[in-house]
């Protein structure tokens, strides 16, 4: 079982991801307060140990906050999470795809993008089944679909 590291928010596109302590999902929109609503993109996630892989690989050490993700998770790996449900706390979020890093990554550490380029180090994207309130401290766990 893993942990839910860290949550932020964006209040409109391309600004300052906002961390908090506690947010609430609303299901088929995501989280509430951030910019990216509806659709299948709803909340991202990255994994704290991908991120810590990126940094070794670069020599940096960014705060994971750069990869402008929504939630930070440690010990849950998401590759291969496409089609697979994202348990935090009481809410559930179903897994579409991973999430491809942009050009901001290289203008925050050059190179990073490459070194973000492999399958799933981006982290992952998906849609709010579930919604209720999320911590930070919250257990995640990945499971099938259908459980």
Same mark, same amino acid.
């Given at each position: +079982?893993?942990?839910? $590291? *860290?949550?932020? %928010?964006?209040?409109?596109?391309g600004?300052? +991801?906002?961390? +908090?302590? $506690?947010?609430?999902?609303?299901?088929?929109?995501?989280?509430?307060?951030?910019?990216?609503? #509806?659709?299948?993109? *709803?909340?991202? %996630?990255?994994?704290? $140990?991908?991120?810590?892989?990126h940094m070794?690989?670069?020599?940096?050490?960014?705060?994971?906050?750069?990869?402008?993700?929504?939630?930070?998770?440690?010990?849950?790996?998401?590759?291969?999470?496409?089609?697979?449900?994202?348990?935090?706390?009481?809410?559930?979020?179903?897994?579409?795809?991973e999430?491809?890093?942009?050009?901001?990554?290289?203008?925050?550490?050059?190179?990073?993008?490459?070194?973000?380029?492999?399958?799933?180090?981006?982290?992952?994207?998906? $849609?709010?089944?579930? #919604?209720?309130?999320?911590?930070?401290?919250?257990?995640?766990?990945?499971?099938?679909?259908?459980?």
């Amino acid at each position: +079982m893993g942990l839910l $590291e *860290q949550i932020w %928010i964006k209040r409109f596109r391309g600004g300052p +991801m906002d961390p +908090m302590a $506690e947010v609430e999902l609303d299901a088929g929109l995501g989280l509430r307060g951030n910019a990216n609503r #509806g659709g299948k993109r *709803q909340v991202t %996630i990255l994994e704290r $140990e991908a991120w810590e892989r990126h940094m070794a690989a670069t020599g940096g050490s960014l705060d994971p906050a750069v990869r402008r993700a929504n939630l930070l998770v440690a010990g849950c790996d998401l590759s291969h999470a496409r089609g697979k449900v994202l348990h935090v706390g009481s809410c559930r979020i179903l897994i579409h795809g991973e999430t491809r890093p942009c050009e901001r990554m290289d203008e925050a550490l050059p190179g990073l993008r490459d070194v973000m380029g492999v399958p799933w180090g981006g982290g992952a994207f998906g $849609e709010v089944l579930d #919604g209720g309130t999320i911590r930070v401290g919250d257990p995640v766990v990945i499971k099938a679909k259908d459980s």
